[in-house]
T-cell receptor, first 118, second 114 residues
Framework: AQKITQTQPGMFVQEKEAVTLDCTYDTSDQSYGLFWYKQPSSGEMIFLIYQGSYDEQNATEGRYSLNFQKARKSANLVISASQLGDSAMYFCAMREGAGGTSYGKLTFGQGTILTVHP | KAGVTQTPRYLIKTRGQQVTLSCSPISGHRSVSWYQQTPGQGLQFLFEYFSETQRNKGNFPGRFSGRQFSNSRSEMNVSTLELGDSALYLC?????????????FGEGSWLTVV
């Protein structure tokens, strides 16, 4: 069963506009962490934002925020005021707790390619 | 504070050869994991080490192996290389294994098998 699903293979956004990248996850574990990473063409995986399963507030990091809807098992990334440098591949990932099969490791979605137009 | 360092960054090998990739985690991080990324399969987990012990292993043949040293540095080895092993190999580290520990990645090692 797919644990992380990113349904948008590609997204386009105009510079300075906001964009939402979708992510749904599947786990029976109560304790888990959700992560978003940015991967430019150079290959480096850059950590953007983290949301814990017990966190009541949505995580925010600068222009990045995570829209966490636990009941729906979704963790969408919102990028505000898009910049040309935001063009990259974006991955949603999950790390489960000790009761999960992916304890200690990250399970990734297929990724979304974001293109920011000037 | 230095990030995760991977060497070499780029390498070309011939089928049948073996290769060793190195990873130095962020200082103080004890969990090190490896991932393979290919256009067709996406990001796949290879293995995870914690306190010099392999704690988790992905679905890869025995040609893929790794180890972790007492200073948390890690190496992975691929023997009898195949064309399909061409990929970006990413190393990642975190303080501990739990879901609340952020995982940071290195720049990756681009392996081409010809």
């Amino acid at each position: 069963a797919q644990k992380i699903t990113q349904t948008q293979p590609g997204m386009f956004v105009q510079e300075k506009e906001a964009v939402t990248l979708d992510c749904t996850y599947d786990t029976s574990d109560q304790s888990y962490g959700l992560f978003w990473y940015k991967q430019p063409s150079s290959g480096e995986m850059i950590f953007l934002i983290y949301q814990g399963s017990y966190d009541e507030q949505n995580a925010t990091e600068g222009r990045y925020s995570l829209n966490f809807q636990k009941a729906r098992k979704s963790a969408n990334l919102v990028i505000s005021a898009s910049q040309l440098g935001d063009s990259a591949m974006y991955f949603c990932a999950m790390r489960e707790g000790a009761g999960g099969t992916s304890y200690g490791k990250l399970t990734f979605g297929q990724g979304t390619i974001l293109t920011v137009h000037p | 504070k230095a990030g995760v360092t991977q060497t070499p960054r780029y390498l070309i090998k011939t089928r049948g050869q073996q290769v060793t990739l190195s990873c130095s985690p962020i200082s103080g991080h004890r969990s090190v994991s490896w991932y393979q990324q290919t256009p067709g399969q996406g990001l796949q987990f290879l293995f995870e080490y914690f306190s010099e012990t392999q704690r988790n292993k992905g679905n890869f043949p025995g040609r893929f192996s790794g180890r972790q040293f007492s200073n948390s540095r890690s190496e992975m080895n691929v023997s009898t290389l195949e064309l399909g092993d061409s990929a970006l190999y990413l190393c990642a580290s975190s303080l501990d294994r739990g879901p609340g520990n952020t995982i940071y990645f290195g720049e990756g090692s681009w392996l081409t098998v010809v």
